[in-house]
């Protein structure tokens, strides 16, 4: 056919495909996959819980995610890339999981940026080699009920580093 390539932006798409069978009216069907397109090299992610939109793309600070959970669960953020937390609280609704080797860090000093467990059973793992956290205040998470779970774990090949750590409480 004389169809040309399409060249598609950084960003997330549902293709759809569109088929004709024996001369029949053509069936669209949307694909149950998201397709990913990431540039090439390490790429910088935004959060700021207080502007921030999870419909967003988390691309600039104009575009951040409101969670730490959007930007982990998005398919652009591969490994290697990096989300930076706006100056301001964080809060954990629940256990995050950091399954991604990604470098996760404060904006500014780590008191100026906080991840907050409200007191409540929430905690952080890191559970992919490569993994990191910089330049944050993790704060106010505990372990409740009995859980398994403890305010902050890490795996073999994970860093910590310039973070200030207050009211973790197994």
């Known amino acids: 056919t004389d169809e040309k390539p399409v060249l598609f932006a950084v960003g997330c ?6 088929v004709t069978v024996d001369g029949k009216d053509p069936v669209t069907v949307e694909c149950p996959a998201t397709l990913a397109i990431h540039a090439a090299g390490i790429q910088t992610y935004h959060v700021n819980y207080a ?7 988390g691309m ?6 409101k969670t730490l959970a959007s930007a982990l669960d998005s398919p652009l953020v591969i490994a290697g890339d990096e989300i930076v ?11 995050q999981l950091v399954a991604k080797a990604v470098t996760i860090r404060g904006e500014g000093a780590p008191e100026e940026t906080q991840i907050d467990g409200g007191l409540q059973d929430a905690g952080i793992s890191l559970s992919a080699a490569g993994a990191s956290l910089r ?3 993790l704060q106010n998470i505990i372990e409740a009920n009995n859980s398994p779970n403890i305010p902050l774990t890490t795996a073999a090949g994970t860093v ?4 200030v750590l207050t009211a973790l409480v197994k």
């Not at 600039?60 to 995610?65: I, K």
């Not at 937390?85 to 256990?95: S, V, Y």
């Not at 910590?160 to 973070?163: L, R």
């Open 135 to 137: 330049d944050l205040t």
């Open 60 to 65: 600039t600070p104009a575009t951040a995610w």
């Open 51 to 57: 502007a921030g939109d999870d419909a967003k793309d």
């Open 160 to 163: 910590v580093s310039n973070c």
């Open 85 to 95: 937390l706006a100056r301001g609280t964080h809060p954990l609704a629940a256990n």
């Open 13 to 18: 798409y549902r293709p759809k495909l569109t």
